[in-house]
Structure formats: structure tokens, C-alpha cells
């Protein structure tokens, strides 16, 4: 079974001339990642990627982690993978070197996650909620919370979780009812049950560290009384050894679709007097803080879906080059021939392709953004890139996701009735993107931000900005481009359109917006990934003017026209569904389902 090989050049073109690395290095806080030590990285990457990683993906599916009497078990592999992990330093890639982090750009852990979701999805899952746990606290833990747990998270010594659902609350959380009773010495009792808790128990770190949301005695009801506790599994001495264990227990875990390696646990706290957590910030401003792991979940969910997709795609390839299978159309009493060469083959290939390099582009992009937003010295260029980041996040983690789903389906295709068959691997693919539209927010979670804070709530001044981008980057798609260009100006007409109707009506006719969310969203992913094709296809031109010796870059511009004639082509019926499909969805009497 092939095994995950980096797209080295394309994460390289995208962060560079797509992203501008140049000038994220140049910001105050990256002067460590000169040249030669983001190559080193993304090369180690690479090869830790596909040696150590991939070979487990397929183990990962197969075993499954295994729960018994609240002890959990990884994959066979997993553990010494993670040892590995942690030891070659990749866990605090991005993370502040006060707490023994290397501090290195958004941009570039970003393309490094790519690869490690990419080799295998259920392993990455761990190292990015214990990303999110030091995000949380980062900004809002007190002194003693980041000194206590800082050090050994962002060593990944130490694993963190994120503890939002319970059975009674879905993507509810205002419904949360697990309590926390102040204790008197500044410590709290933690008791109720969370669900769908990603490696909230497992073998391979000697403490886990739970963000837990709870209520406390006076709350008020709703989100509005939602607090945050660090609950970690085992109480610290005072001089920050591990102590006795706390009152929290897995009580089992989900037997899932996909994702296998990864433990989704059923966490118990308080079962026998409660489970001991301190106070993250104020009280009743959990959800607030919450949201600070959230958002960056969200993010990394995205990423997730672009490397299910790229593993996809790489299998198919191979498939596709090596299953001989039919004559080759227009050549009669030719030879049997690799389906590689049949045009419906191609098709599904290309659009595999097209929207992988659209995704990472566009993820990337915001990356950078997100690096400008923390770093950049100019408060407005630090206001403008976090509204560029807010705005696309939705996107990246929504689109992204939706399309995965699609590209690893198309990857079954490709594989004709040898897809439908485990041994390929091709099913897995499939089975482990279709999370990804799901947790963190379901996609229509995501477009109902999208369309009510991102856009909305602000008139549009964001998304108006970026549609100026857009139009001036179509004017340079001329001459032996123009083809591309008027694609991609239609396109930016559509999203136009929609946003106009989404800022006219959204508080008049709120249920029609919202009918209209999700299709505006693939709307949106789809133009802006056409817009950073387009700009690809551009630099690609100018490259073959100097040197058309590499394919790379003819190659690039191909899979362009394919995007547009293929994709931009949809936004149009997109703008149509946003502005006037509501009537069909609403109109339908309940009983009539």
C-alpha cells in the first residue's frame, strides 16, 4: 500500500509566492525562521510524515484504540510514534519560547500540520487539541495555570483536551449542565459527563490536561453563565510532579465511522466526590475562552481536510497509473492501457487536483494573515489581517471539509469497484473526512457565522475589501490567460451579488439568510480559491516567459483552467441559491417531510 509523500513543491510555492513568506519572516517575534531553517523543517517534516506517520494510518483504522475498565489503549505504534513526536521537538513548533516553544510563524506550522494530517489523520488529532488548550491559556490562564501546565504542553509532554459536550447538549452549549462548586481554598468540584471527547483518555503521555465548561452555583442561565476549569487528570505536587489521580474517568469510547486511531472517550467527572479544576479567567466568560481553542480547531479542522483530500488524490494516481483496463478512446484495436489515459478518469483526477491547490492556498493565505494579525508592528495591518483571518476560518474549515468529503469520494470512484474494497485503503480516506464537516462546529455552524458575524453584523466593509482584491487580481489574467480571467470576473460578479443580498436582508427575512448560508459559504470558498489559482497561474506564466524546462509550472497553469471552467463556472446558480432558493425549504408544511 503506498504510503504519504509531501507535496514539497507546492506547500514551498504557496508559502512563498502565494502567502509571502518573505514578509512573514520579516515580522518581529519570526527572525528564527531564516531560509535554511524552514527548509530543514519542512524537509524533517516530510520525512517524519511519511516514515513514521503513514506507516500507522492504516494500522490506526485496523486496530482502533481499545478502552477497558477506564484505561485506554492506542494503536500499536501510536505510542512510540508520539515518543518520537515530542522528542524531535514538533509539538512547539508555533508555540511562545517563554514556555519552551520555537516561536516559529503561523505559515509554517501550518504547512507542517498539513503533513501530519495528511500521513494520518487520527494521530494529528491529539497535538492539535493539546494546541488549543495552550492557545486558551495562553491568553487567558492565570500566572500559576501557565506556569503549572505551559511547560510540559508545549513539550507535549503533556496532552490537552477540550471538554464542551454533554448528551443533553449537542452543538448547544447554552444547554451545558456539568457544575462546579467552589471548594473555598480557590478550587472547585467538577461533576457531570462530557461526550466526543478527542484523546480525552489514552497511553501515550503520563498526564492529560482537560479544559473543561461547567456552571458555577449563581450562574445565570444560557452561554452567558458558562465557565472554564483546568481539570488535569492527575492533581501536581508543589513542586509540579504528578500527585493523586482526580475524580476523572473515561467511561468508554465511541466505536466511530472513521478516524479509528483516534479515542473519542466518554469522560466522567466527579463520580466519586469531584473532580478537582481551577478557575481559567472570570467566571461566567468560559464560553469567550473557549472559543479561543475553538477558532483555532476550526482552522487545523480545515487542514484536516485538505490532507485527507491530498492522501486521496496520491492514491488514486497511483491507481489510476498502474490499473491497466481498456482500450484508449479513438484508438481502434489499440492496447489495453492504464485507466490513467481514459478522459472521465482524467476528469475526476483534475478536479481532485484543482481544488487541493485552491485549499492550501487558501489556507495558507490565512495563515499568513493570522501571522500578520499577532506580529505585524502596524496597528492596521494587524486589524486588517485578523479580519481577513475571521472571515476566511469559516471557509477554510467549512469549504475545505465539504470538498474532501467529495474529492475522497472521488477517490473510491477512481478505484472503480476495487475503492469499495478495504484492502485499497481508498475507503478509509472517505470514512475519515466525513468527521470533518461535522465536529468543531458543523458546516452550516460555520456559514451561519459566516453570513450573520462575518458579514452581516460589519455591512459587508470586510468582504467588500477583499471582492476589490479579487476584481484587480482578474485584470491581470490577460492574453493567453484571458480565458481564466473572464471565469474568474463572472465569478467575483456572483459573490458580489450574494453579499449585497445577505447585507440587504439578513435582518429582515433572517431564515431566508440562513437557508442561503451554506451555499454562500461553498460560494465564497470557491472564488477565493479561484481568486489564489488565478494569482498561481499569473507568477506560473511569468516563470515558463524565463523557463519552460519545468512542468511544474505548466502544470500549474493546466490545473487553473480546469479549476475555472470547472468550478468558477458554478458560482453563479451558488449566488442564485443564496438570493432566491429560501422559498423551497421554507415553504414545505413540517408534515410534508
Known amino acids: 500500500m503506498s504510503e504519504y509523500v509531501a507535496p514539497l513543491k507546492d506547500i514551498r510555492f504557496v508559502m512563498q509566492e502565494l502567502a509571502g513568506l518573505d514578509q512573514v519572516v520579516a515580522l518581529p517575534g519570526c527572525e528564527e525562521a531564516s531560509p535554511d531553517v524552514i527548509d530543514a523543517i519542512l524537509d524533517e517534516a516530510a520525512k517524519f510524515a511519511g516514515a513514521v506517520l503513514s506507516p500507522l494510518n492504516r494500522v490506526g483504522d485496523r486496530e482502533g484504540a481499545k478502552w477497558k475498565d477506564t484505561v485506554v489503549t492506542t494503536s500499536p505504534g501510536f505510542k512510540e510514534a508520539y515518543r518520537q513526536f515530542v522528542d524531535n521537538g514538533w509539538n512547539g513548533l508555533g508555540c511562545d519560547p517563554e514556555f519552551g516553544g520555537q516561536g516559529l510563524p503561523k505559515l509554517l506550522s501550518t504547512a507542517v500540520s498539513e503533513m ?7 494521530f494529528s488529532l491529539c497535538p492539535m487539541l493539546t494546541q488549543g488548550a495552550i492557545e486558551a491559556l495562553m491568553i487567558a490562564g492565570t500566572d500559576a495555570q501557565k506556569a503549572a501546565y505551559l511547560p510540559n504542553l508545549v ?18 452549549l447554552a444547554a451545558v449542565r456539568s457544575r462546579a462548586e467552589p471548594v473555598g481554598d480557590g478550587t472547585f468540584r467538577i461533576f457531570g459527563q462530557k461526550i466526543f471527547i478527542t484523546y480525552g483518555e489514552h497511553d501515550m503521555t503520563d498526564n492529560i490536561v482537560h479544559l473543561v465548561l461547567a456552571r458555577t452555583p449563581n450562574a445565570p442561565e444560557g452561554v452567558k453563565g458558562i465557565s472554564l476549569f483546568v481539570v488535569p487528570k492527575f492533581m501536581l505536587n508543589a513542586d509540579g510532579s504528578l500527585g493523586e489521580r482526580n475524580d476523572v474517568f473515561c467511561v468508554s469510547i465511541e466505536h466511530k465511522l472513521g478516524i479509528h486511531g483516534s479515542p473519542t ?7 466519586n466526590g469531584g473532580a478537582i479544576g481551577t478557575l481559567v479567567g472570570e467566571e461566567n466568560r468560559g464560553l469567550e475562552y473557549m472559543f479561543i481553542m475553538m477558532n483555532a480547531a476550526r482552522f487545523n479542522v480545515g487542514l484536516e481536510g485538505l490532507g485527507d483530500a491530498e492522501r486521496a488524490y496520491q492514491r488514486a494516481v497511483m491507481y489510476a497509473k498502474d490499473r491497466v483496463q481498456g482500450t484508449e478512446v479513438g484508438v481502434r484495436g489499440g492496447p489495453k492501457v492504464p485507466i490513467i489515459k481514459h478522459p472521465d478518469v482524467r476528469r475526476m483526477l483534475m478536479s481532485m487536483r484543482a481544488r487541493i491547490e485552491a485549499m492550501r492556498a487558501l489556507a495558507y493565505v490565512t495563515a499568513a494573515a493570522q501571522d500578520h494579525a499577532h506580529n505585524n508592528p502596524d496597528e492596521a495591518a494587524r486589524k486588517q489581517g485578523q479580519a481577513f483571518a475571521d472571515l476566511m476560518i469559516p471557509v477554510v474549515k467549512g ?10 469520494s472521488l477517490g473510491v470512484q477512481v478505484h472503480g469497484g476495487m475503492g469499495f474494497i478495504e484492502e485499497t485503503g481508498a475507503a478509509q480516506h472517505l470514512r475519515d473526512a ?34 476589490a482584491e479579487m476584481r484587480a487580481a482578474a485584470t491581470l489574467l490577460d492574453g493567453d490567460l484571458a480565458g481564466i480571467g473572464v471565469r474568474q470576473s463572472a465569478a467575483v460578479d456572483a459573490l458580489e451579488r450574494a453579499v449585497f443580498w445577505i447585507v440587504d436582508n439578513f435582518s429582515s427575512d433572517p431564515k431566508a439568510a440562513h ?16 481568486w489564489q489559482m488565478g494569482r498561481a497561474a499569473v507568477i506560473a506564466r511569468a516563470k515558463t516567459a524565463l523557463d519552460d524546462s519545468d512542468p511544474f509550472w505548466a502544470a500549474k497553469l493546466v490545473t487553473t483552467r480546469f479549476y475555472a471552467d470547472h468550478f468558477l463556472t458554478q458560482a453563479a446558480g451558488l449566488a442564485d441559491s443564496v438570493v432566491a432558493g429560501a422559498a423551497g425549504a421554507l415553504d414545505m408544511a413540517d408534515d410534508s417531510f
Do not use: C
Open 116 to 122: 501530519w494530517k495528511a500521513a494520518n489523520h487520527a
Open 155 to 172: 513539550s507535549g509532554e503533556w496532552t490537552g483536551t477540550m471538554n464542551l459536550t454533554e448528551p443533553s447538549a449537542g452543538s448547544d
Open 265 to 271: 472517550a466518554v469522560l466522567a467527572f466527579g463520580d
Open 399 to 408: 469549504w475545505s471539509t465539504e470538498s474532501a468529503i467529495d474529492i475522497a
Open 434 to 467: 466525513r468527521i470533518t464537516t461535522i465536529y468543531e462546529g458543523t458546516t452550516a455552524i460555520q456559514a451561519n457565522d459566516l453570513i450573520g458575524r462575518k458579514i452581516a453584523r460589519e455591512k459587508g466593509v470586510t468582504i467588500k475589501g477583499v471582492i
Open 515 to 530: 437557508v442561503g448560508a451554506v451555499p454562500f459559504l461553498h460560494l465564497l470558498g470557491i472564488v477565493a480559491g479561484g
